[in-house]
């Protein structure tokens, strides 16, 4: 039976990749050096940081063999009588992840600068760490988009948020941007 933390840890989540969705492209700060991406992967960052607090808030409550969305629908997968680490060996996608991982892990171990190759560079932030963050962001969605009306959600999100960055370089395409890069 879902219990009201559970459902806001859900909903957290679902608010978490819809504001990734939205805010990522659409932010840059022109007061700052670095205009976009640092900015961007920051945002997006702390964004993995509380999805994955919410997913650890019902895993604390539930169990980690116990996690299922707790939106009510006919299309939320069907309890099975399998233990949970072989339900989470038939995730289609789970073996390359945890290969990706394992893949970040020693690179960033065996690196040079382990440091940078951890936190990322000055100008970029593409480290080990943001890596991790697109991680946490795709497994989360993938585990608990599960209705039709999440779905629905998502997708005219992505639509009406790529109306304005495409906007914004059929602008700078023709010279019409207002700010000096």
Known sequence: MPTRLGILCDRVIEAGWLAAVVLVPLWFNIYSARTFEPD???LMRSIA???AL???IKVAEHGIGQIR???PSAEVDTPSSLPWGQRLLRVPLLVPLLLVILA??????LSISPTVALWG?????QGTYTAFSYIVIFALVASHLRTRAQLDRLMTTIILTSLPVGLYGIIQRYGLDPLPW
């Open 40 to 42: 961007k992967i920051t």
């Open 69 to 71: 969305p707790t939106q």
């Open 121 to 125: 560079s000055y100008q970029r932030l």
């Open 104 to 109: 970040y892990l020693v690179s960033t171990a």
């Open 54 to 56: 919410a997913w650890l």
């Open 49 to 51: 940081i509380v999805m």
